[in-house]
């Protein structure tokens, strides 16, 4: 019970007192109706009976103030019970928090330590990553680098092969012309040649048998042309310069015989007799007989009596060349002269041929 509840039952029993003495209402006598006697009988019979209606009103609130104490005596015991009941659970609810706080301190601390040591194990790992990482980008850029040489040399050794596979179909292509060369098939030669060529254009081997197949086959433009690629290629080759300048001569390009002859007097005197023999050409094509015997006349001096070959040229280019022109005294002389040069003729006969009348030559 609480002090609200005191209070109300103690203003209930304060109306309930106040409400019975305004109910009790006392007898009056008029003072001129009764004598002084009677009066006074009456002032001493009113208080006897308000004195019997007091003490009941007496007894009742005495009843009501016990029943009000004995409310108040519950009301104390049930509060000193409350507050034992509330002390114990305090004290309870006390030692609960104090176990929760020292196990959260506990669990705070040994928290606080588990997070320092989970970050230091974080950071060790973190470095030990961006090592790794350090060291897989560094070991990634070294395959990288072995990578591009592997690649470098992968393509090298695929360049190399395919180079050696080139040389060898030329090889191959070399034989093959040079085989169908010495059974004189030129056209089939050139065939061949120019299956080479169009892999390895400037092949020196396939340019020379090209050349020599267009002399076999007296198609001397057709040679000019392989032989000036050559001598871009090779200058230094002697035979190149040779047969170019025989070419420039069949043709009767003598601007460009006459600058040849000029720009190689080396590789022209490599050739026995070769200089002789393309003055002699020239004598004849420019038809001056006179020139030609004394051009022969000095070769006659330079060579033994006896029959034998002096050089490996071969002439018959030049021959073919001539087939068409008349038969004359110059004509015989410088056929027979060349005939000497090969070895076929005795010089003898061709200084006969020298002497002789122009109608028996």
Partial sequence: MTTSRIAVLLWIVCLLFYADIATAEPETVPADSAPAS??????????????????????RLEERVTEVRRDELNYQIERDLLKEAYSSRLETINIVIAISLALLAILGFLGVRSVSATRDEFRAELERLRDLRSRSETRLLEIEAEQVKARAKFEELTKTNAEQDQRLRLLELQEKVISLIKDRAFS????????????????????????????????????IPVL???????????????????????????????????????????????????EAARCYQDGD???????????????????????????????HELLSDAETKMKTIFLAALSVLEGTTDPAELSSLLDMPVDEA
């Fill in 228 to 278: 000036e690629l050559l001598r871009e290629i090779d200058p230094q080759d002697t035979g190149t310069v040779c047969d170019l300048c025989e070419a420039y001569l069949l043709v009767r390009d003598r601007k460009s015989h006459l600058e040849l002859v000029d720009q190689e007097p080396r590789a022209l005197a490599s050739k026995p007799f070769l200089t002789w023999y393309f």
């Fill in 38 to 59: 009677a009066r006074v009988d009456q002032r001493i019979a009113v208080p006897t009976s308000q004195q019997a209606g007091d003490s009941a009103r007496l007894q």
């Fill in 188 to 223: 089939r030669a050139l065939d061949y040649i120019a299956a080479g060529l169009s892999t390895s254009p400037r092949d020196t081997t396939l340019l020379r048998s090209k050349s020599s197949c267009y002399f076999f086959l007296f198609r001397i433009s057709d040679a």
């Fill in 289 to 319: 007989e006179t020139r030609l015997v004394a051009h022969v006349r000095d070769l006659l001096k330079q060579l033994p009596s006896q029959k034998q070959r002096h050089n490996r040229w071969r002439y018959d280019e030049i021959r």
